[in-house]
């Protein structure tokens, strides 16, 4: 038997037991004739000793040992005269009557610590001793949490959980396609599904009126901390409810896991805003609610001064910074880099201070007097000792930078909170959005998403002010979810097509198995899908989906533990009929 107990269990009532521990060396310490050794494992750490003059066969096997060293060791419990409060078996040590080394170890690249000392990339290269550290498996103890917490809410709510294919045709979800060659069908390929998206709506069609599934989804998109190419969903679907039905569902399963996992209770409804007024207030479909700082329109307010930059633009809005008064030159300064920075873009920053003395003095005094520069800050809801932000040029742009700034501010002023959540639904989504460069509509979620029955109309007359029966489900700022009621009739689907672009005949050789599905009584429905890595981030208090995923791929797209994508074998290639551009194929 390799073990009695775990390298986290025994405790001072366990004291004179006779006990078997396996696990790794995590140091080893001589000190006057004793020698400490720590014993990790996935539970903890467990202190052995041994006695360097007693016992010289032990003695001499423990000086051979190294870190990370796999040992089986036999003793007793006794208890402690040096206490170490830290640990839950810090009152007791086990007094060594044998050590077995198991297996030994290369000298590890980093330390197996909390904070270590590898880096990034060393980390994801060694991942499995990565994985070893505490952070690391705490964040993944967590996730099977969380996934057992979800499960069995669902399945009590009566949710089916049914895998879907991998190899598929390509649904389209607004990303590339990742696609797999067929050996047999030569010249054609499979597409990773970017969702299960179109194989929920025809379970729907099947009758299976709950579904479920934790699945892995694949979208071949540029980077970002909180994208990976392969990652989880939480895949929903429901048949006979409206958005009203999915959105108390989900809210239910999202209070769930706050007050299983986190101990949180969300007292009430989750509030709901529409897109618009998320864009209009916070330069963004996924506001941060846990502080106001809401945008307040200058733009009418403060043009015909001769000030160029205000007249010149198509809008001028600001945030009011609560008792930032007092900033001083270079605050300020550093705030103006932040809004300048190229992936920002502003030209520049106009502050207004409204000092505790009831004076004000704005970097645009030469141009508006103190009368108007109060006026602007009644307007903005400013009190003594605040400070209004502003920014001006072409809208969308102006709104996205005072969007960055406002969340700069909150930082600074420390109102983004890990421990505070702040749940929104979004709501009435724009359906479709217009592309100058290709001249066409593409459907903001996907092309099954219903419009609201109330502009439906409007999808002949004006499609682009089309809203859409969609809701994404926004958590500090997070985009934690998102989903839609989808459009469950033949006609309107054909017709989203059109508007989409499809020939009729691209649109039967891409989704004809769908509406010709439809054709056999497709019931209401509609559904959701969370991101579960950005879920079990956010409950872990972490900022990079990497964090919570085991084996996750670094910013470029690589796993550099397996060295992957790699070359493969021309031999490979041929059975698969590809032919390679030479100059790509480093063989
Ligand atoms: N398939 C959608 C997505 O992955 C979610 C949904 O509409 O249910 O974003």
């Given at each position: 038997?390799?073990?009695?107990?775990?390298?986290?269990?025994?405790r001072?009532?366990?004291?004179?037991?006779?006990?078997?521990?396996?696990?790794?060396?995590?140091?080893?310490?001589?000190?006057?004739?004793?020698?400490?050794?720590?014993?990790?494992?996935r539970?903890?750490?467990?202190?052995?000793?041994?006695?360097?003059?007693?016992?010289?066969?032990?003695?001499?096997?423990?000086?051979?040992?190294?870190?990370?060293?796999?040992?089986?060791?036999?003793g007793?419990?006794?208890?402690?005269?040096?206490?170490?409060?830290?640990?839950?078996?810090?009152?007791?040590?086990?007094?060594?009557?044998?050590?077995?080394?198991?297996?030994?170890?290369?000298?590890?690249?980093?330390?197996?610590?909390d904070?270590?000392?590898?880096?990034?990339?060393?980390?994801?290269?060694?991942?499995?001793?990565?994985?070893?550290?505490?952070?690391?498996?705490?964040?993944?103890?967590?996730?099977?949490?969380?996934?057992?917490?979800?499960?069995?809410?669902?399945n009590?709510?009566?949710?089916?959980?049914?895998?879907?294919?991998?190899?598929?045709?390509?649904?389209?979800?607004?990303?590339?396609?990742?696609?797999?060659?067929?050996?047999?069908h030569?010249?054609?390929?499979?597409?990773?599904?970017?969702?299960?998206?179109?194989?929920?709506?025809?379970?729907?069609?099947?009758?299976?009126?709950?579904?479920?599934?934790?699945?892995?989804?694949?979208?071949?998109?540029?980077?970002?901390?909180?994208?990976?190419?392969?990652?989880?969903?939480?895949?929903?679907?429901?048949?006979?409810?409206?958005?009203?039905?999915?959105?108390?569902?989900?809210?239910?399963?999202?209070?769930h896991?706050?007050?299983t996992?986190?101990?949180?209770?969300?007292?009430?409804?989750?509030?709901?805003?529409?897109?618009?007024?998320?864009?209009?207030?916070?330069?963004?479909?996924?506001?941060?609610?846990?502080?106001?700082?809401?945008?307040?329109?200058?733009?009418?307010?403060?043009?015909?001064?001769?000030?160029?930059?205000?007249?010149?633009?198509?809008?001028?809005?600001?945030?009011?910074?609560e008792?930032?008064?007092?900033?001083?030159?270079?605050?300020?300064?550093?705030?103006?880099?932040?809004v300048?920075?190229p992936?920002?873009?502003?030209?520049?920053?106009?502050?207004?201070?409204?000092?505790?003395?009831?004076?004000?003095?704005?970097?645009?005094?030469?141009?508006?007097?103190?009368?108007?520069?109060?006026?602007?800050?009644?307007?903005?809801?400013?009190?003594?000792?605040?400070?209004?932000?502003?920014?001006?040029?072409?809208?969308?742009?102006?709104?996205?930078?005072?969007?960055?700034l406002?969340?700069?501010?909150?930082?600074?002023?420390?109102?983004?909170?890990?421990?505070?959540?702040?749940?929104?639904?979004?709501v009435?989504?724009?359906?479709?959005?217009?592309?100058?460069?290709?001249?066409?509509?593409?459907a903001?979620?996907?092309?099954f998403?219903?419009?609201?029955?109330?502009?439906?109309?409007?999808?002949?007359?004006?499609?682009?002010?089309?809203?859409?029966n969609?809701?994404?489900?926004?958590?500090?700022?997070?985009?934690l979810?998102?989903?839609?009621?989808?459009?469950?009739?033949?006609?309107?689907?054909?017709?989203?097509?059109?508007?989409?672009g499809f020939?009729?005949?691209?649109?039967?050789?891409?989704?004809?198995?769908?509406?010709?599905?439809?054709?056999?009584?497709?019931?209401?429905?509609?559904?959701?899908a969370f991101g579960?890595?950005?879920?079990v981030?956010?409950?872990?208090?972490?900022?990079?989906i990497?964090d919570?995923?085991?084996?996750p791929?670094?910013?470029?797209?690589?796993?550099?533990?397996?060295?992957?994508?790699?070359?493969?074998?021309l031999?490979?290639?041929?059975?698969?009929?590809?032919?390679?551009?030479?100059?790509?194929?480093p063989?």
């Open positions: 038997m390799y073990r009695t107990h775990t390298c986290g269990e025994l001072i009532s366990d004291v004179n037991k006779q006990v078997t521990l396996s696990g790794w060396v995590q140091r080893v310490r001589n000190l006057g004739g004793m020698t400490f050794i720590d014993l990790r494992d539970y903890g750490i467990t202190q052995l000793v041994l006695n360097t003059e007693t016992q010289p066969d032990l003695s001499r096997t423990a000086r051979e040992l190294g870190r990370e060293f796999v040992i089986q060791v036999v007793s419990v006794a208890e402690r005269s040096s206490k170490n409060s830290k640990i839950p078996t810090g009152d007791v040590e086990i007094i060594l009557d044998k050590l077995n080394i198991l297996n030994k170890s290369a000298v590890p690249p980093f330390t197996i610590e904070d270590t000392d590898g880096g990034d990339e060393l980390r994801m290269k060694y991942r499995y001793l990565d994985l070893r550290r505490n952070p690391v498996r705490r964040n993944l103890e967590l996730r099977h949490q969380m996934g057992i917490v979800i499960r069995n809410y669902l009590e709510k009566g949710f089916l959980d049914i895998e879907t294919p991998v190899l598929i045709k390509s649904t389209p979800e607004g990303a590339r396609d990742f696609v797999v060659p067929s050996r047999v030569a010249g054609q390929f499979y597409a990773l599904p970017q969702s299960p998206q179109v194989f929920k709506q025809l379970l729907m069609v099947a009758g299976y009126d709950r579904y479920f599934q934790i699945v892995k989804c694949f979208r071949d998109e540029d980077l970002r901390a909180d994208r990976q190419p392969e990652f989880t969903q939480i895949d929903c679907e429901m048949a006979f409810v409206e958005q009203e039905n999915i959105l108390n569902t989900f809210e239910g399963l999202t209070k896991m706050f007050k996992i986190r101990g949180v209770e969300i007292e009430g409804d989750f509030p709901r805003m529409s897109y618009a007024d998320a864009m209009e207030l916070y330069g963004s479909d996924k506001p941060d609610i846990r502080f106001g700082m809401k945008f307040i329109e200058l733009t009418d307010a403060v043009k015909g001064k001769g000030f160029k930059v205000f007249d010149d633009a198509e809008y001028v809005g600001g945030i009011c910074a008792g930032c008064a007092a900033y001083s030159r270079k605050d300020i300064d550093a705030l103006t880099d932040f300048k920075r992936q920002i873009g502003a030209q520049g920053l106009i502050y207004v201070k409204y000092n505790t003395d009831g004076t004000l003095k704005s970097s645009v005094d030469k141009f508006f007097d103190e009368a108007e520069l109060k006026r602007w800050a009644e307007r903005m809801g400013a009190k003594e000792g605040d400070m209004l932000l502003i920014l001006a040029g072409v809208k969308t742009k102006t709104q996205n930078a005072l969007c960055e406002r969340l700069e501010m909150g930082n600074r002023l420390g109102l983004r909170d890990k421990n505070v959540f702040a749940p929104l639904w979004v009435d989504f724009p359906l479709l959005e217009w592309d100058a460069d290709t001249k066409r509509f593409y903001m979620h996907h092309p998403t219903s419009p609201l029955k109330a502009d439906v109309a409007l999808l002949d007359s004006d499609p682009g002010k089309v809203r859409a969609a809701y994404d489900l926004v958590i500090n700022g997070v985009e979810g998102g989903g839609s009621i989808r459009i469950h009739d033949d006609v309107l689907q054909r017709r989203m097509f059109e508007v989409l020939t009729d005949e691209e649109a039967q050789a891409q989704f004809g198995f769908l509406m010709n599905a439809f054709r056999y009584g497709a019931p209401p429905h509609g559904g959701i579960f890595d950005r879920l981030s956010l409950f872990a208090g972490v900022d990079s990497r919570v995923i085991a084996f791929k670094n910013n470029a797209a690589r796993d550099v533990m397996i060295d992957s994508p790699s070359p493969i074998h031999n490979q290639l041929e059975e698969l009929s590809i032919r390679l551009d030479v100059k790509n194929n063989q």
